[in-house]
């Protein structure tokens, strides 16, 4: 245990020679036990020794071929070396093997994410299936959502990357920053650094590294968490599994996965137009929601250097492209497209950083596989791991940098442009190979983002051919940032949208009585303020396919005391003068007592102007349907008329004035009222029972026009 220790402290830092003497001895006897070949194996795994690892992992699978967890590793190994094929057959035949294990259905998962070979449609399928294996026949209903009158919208976030991780140094300063919500912090890692002191002084944190799903669950909903915000998806130290137990009225995915979770207690998930445009939705099963300000703002780190090198070709002569990303995002694909722009570009270099180039039979593979493209391989340039500074300083040996794909680069990209160094990507159709083109187009180089990989070659070569232009950048993109550093901007959209996911699913279980609501697809569509309702639809068309058929002066359909809201659109007009109590009784019969009532009507005194001056068979307004004369709007609408919907005409009608006493006079109690002379049109809010008047006034706010 002791030589463990010592083990990772030296993978810790750094001292790679000693680590690789260490842990030979730690194993050199024949008969190491297998525990100890496993750990030694993930250490040397995690430090970027792939081949030695693998040594291991060998060793532990001929020890004992029944315990799994070496196939488990060697699998994930496939992955960091860009053998995807092999590394999803290998985890397709472990989950034969151990369906209920957490760790092999999430990492199947993610290794699909890098597999350019697998289409969409497996993907989404994939996930669906960890979903209903997650909930397994256990439906959960949502937990009630408590008002959020007289105190702030609790959110908990659930990570296990809340140290020096990309989750972590993208969230620490934007959980600092909350100001309309009382963030929680959810840890299920092993690791605490400064990212982490940060985390805890900003917010109530709690570790749960040691709870089990059942006790994470209890613990928040102890904590009384409103909005719970998942930032792991399948990736490492993931506890989705507890969202399956739905401990929180409303579940979000945002920040620290890239496409569907599968878990259909997930409300929402949080992504940005760019990542996620029109049609994206058919890859996922939440809801997709676009962020006002971007998916995430990126912070620099503080031991970023404080000024930008000048481009390397000033001094080298040539170009040197680069991509410090993992190598489990490098494919042939990608590989091919480089080689071209090496060939292209002529002694220009390329510089790949990552810590499994510590490996050298890795570093071997990668050298062959562009030699076999006609690229000599001493233009090829592997590096090991390094502290984060140190990195970050690397990147003054960089002219361009390249995106990989279809899994994209997210921090790794934002800290190439931070330093400096331009970044080409391209764009296809997964939410992860968008993290570039989201980034680009945030801080205006749209042309940098191509479509297919002959846009992405010429790119590269076009900006190669321009030293000046790189020169520009060097100095100017930091500038250029800013609308994707804004941080305290950023939560306060995040925030907002927060408290608006609240407020849908606090009115999922609110149900409005839409009257008149005609076709479904064509038909009058509920104001924004109501459409997250669920939306009963009372019609006396059957034509229209109504929930209820019925008419306004027998609602007999619809229970008394059921329904939250009546909307009301330019319906009761149809009904004479000495009827409109009879529909207000009805109104008031359906609505439970906390109930209101939305109207509108045409507003007769904007249309009797027109007629007094003498505009009477002229049109008012374009509606979809086409024009309408206030002679439309007085009697009704004459083409619907003439079709035979004689139900369309109009027999009573109203002025502000006398909508409101009629409101009044029929039992309705506080009212707000609104006149629209643009739209020729009346607008009320009446409530069933007295309600104060700042109440009045904030519902009104929320619902009138």
């Known amino acids: 245990m002791i030589e463990q220790a010592q083990a990772l402290a030296l993978a810790s830092s750094g001292q790679f020679t000693e680590l690789i003497t260490l842990c030979h001895t730690l194993i050199a006897a024949p008969d190491a036990p297998i525990n100890q070949l496993l750990d030694v194996g993930v250490l040397l795994y995690n430090s970027g020794f792939l081949s030695a690892a693998e040594n291991c992992f060998e060793r532990a699978k001929a020890q004992d071929p029944a ?47 890098y597999d350019p070979q697998v289409s969409a449609a497996e993907r989404l399928a994939k996930a669906k299936d960890w979903g209903k294996w997650a909930i397994a026949g256990n439906e959960r209903p949502r937990p009630p959502c408590p008002d959020l009158k007289n105190r702030q919208l609790r959110v908990g976030y659930i990570s296990a990357d809340f140290c020096q991780h990309t989750v972590g140094i993208l969230v620490h300063k934007v ?128 031991f970023a250097p404080a000024n930008v090198a000048p481009p390397p070709c000033f001094e080298n002569g040539y170009i040197s492209f680069g991509s410090f990303n993992n190598t489990a995002k490098y494919n042939a694909e990608v590989f091919d497209c480089w080689a071209k722009i090496l060939l292209a570009v002529p002694h220009s270099h390329l510089i790949l950083k990552w810590r499994n180039y510590n490996d050298e039979a890795l570093q071997a593979a990668t050298r062959q596989a562009f030699a076999d493209l006609g690229v000599n391989p001493d233009r090829i340039h592997l590096r090991g791991p390094s502290f984060h500074s140190d990195l970050l300083k690397q990147y ?82 930091r500038q250029q940032m800013r609308p994707l550093t804004d941080v305290a901007g950023f939560t306060q959209a995040l925030e907002q949208q927060l408290i608006l996911s609240y407020q849908q699913a606090s009115n999922m279980d609110k149900t409005v009585l839409h009257v008149g609501a005609g076709y479904r697809q064509s038909g009058a569509t509920l104001p924004p303020a ?62 439970k007592n906390d109930g209101f009532l939305l109207i509108t009507c045409p507003d007769l005194q904007s249309v009797c102007a027109l007629v007094a001056n003498d505009q009477l068979g002229e049109a008012a307004y374009q ?83």
């Not at 992955?79 to 199947?108: E, V």
């Not at 994206?280 to 995430?296: P, S, Y």
Request: net charge negative; aromatic share 8%.
């Open 530 to 591: 109501l459409q997250s309702w669920q939306e009963l639809r009372l019609d006396i068309d059957p034509a229209t396919k109504p929930d209820i058929i019925g008419s306004m002066l027998d609602m007999s359909g619809v229970p008394t005391a059921s329904v939250d809201a009546i909307y009301s659109a330019h319906n009761i007009e149809h009904v004479y003068a000495h009827e409109v109590p009879l529909v207000l009784a009805e109104f008031l019969r359906v609505l």
């Open 623 to 705: 509606s979809p349907a086409g024009p309408i004369s206030p002679l439309d709007i007085l009697y009704g609408y004459r083409p619907a008329l003439a079709a035979g919907q004689i139900y369309m005409a109009h027999k009573t009608g109203f002025t502000e004035k006398t909508l409101v006493a009629a409101l009044q006079a029929n039992g309705f109690s506080s009212i707000a009222s609104k006149r629209r002379k643009a739209g020729f049109d009346l607008w009320a809010i009446a409530c069933k029972t007295p309600i104060d008047e700042s109440t009045l006034r904030e519902l009104a706010n929320k619902t009138l026009p």
């Open 396 to 477: 003054a040996d960089i002219d361009i940098a390249l995106d990989p794909f279809p899994f994209s680069g997210g921090l790794t990209s934002c800290e190439a442009l931070w330093m400096g160094v331009p970044l080409i990507t391209l764009a296809q159709d997964r939410v992860v190979s968008r993290q570039g083109l989201a980034i680009a187009n945030t801080i205006g180089h749209p042309e940098w983002v191509a479509l297919n990989s002959d846009q992405y070659i010429q790119i590269a070569i076009t900006l190669a051919n321009n030293p000046e232009q790189l020169g520009q950048l060097r100095q100017s993109l």
């Open 175 to 302: 959980l600092a920053a909350h100001q309309k919500t009382q963030p929680f912090a959810y840890s299920a890692g092993p690791i605490h650094d400064e990212i982490t002191d940060v985390i805890r002084q900003t917010c109530q944190f709690r570790n749960i590294a040691k709870l089990s799903d059942l006790e994470l669950a209890r613990l928040i909903q102890e904590d009384q968490i409103d909005v719970l915000v998942d930032l792991s998806g399948h990736t490492a130290g993931s506890r989705l599994k507890v969202f399956a137990l739905r401990p929180a009225p409303v579940q979000i995915s945002w920040l620290g996965y890239f496409a569907s979770t599968g878990l259909p207690y997930i409300d929402a998930v949080y992504l940005d137009s760019d990542h996620a445009p029109l049609g994206t939705d058919a890859l996922f099963t939440e809801k997709i929601i676009h962020l006002a300000k971007g998916r995430f703002c990126y912070s620099p780190m503080p």
């Open 67 to 113: 315990d799994l967890r070496a196939e488990v590793n060697l699998a994930n190994l496939a992955r960091d070396r860009g053998q995807h094929t092999k590394s999803r057959h290998m985890y397709a035949g472990l989950l034969l093997r151990l369906p209920n294990h957490p760790a092999i259905r999430r990492n199947l998962l993610i290794g699909l994410e």
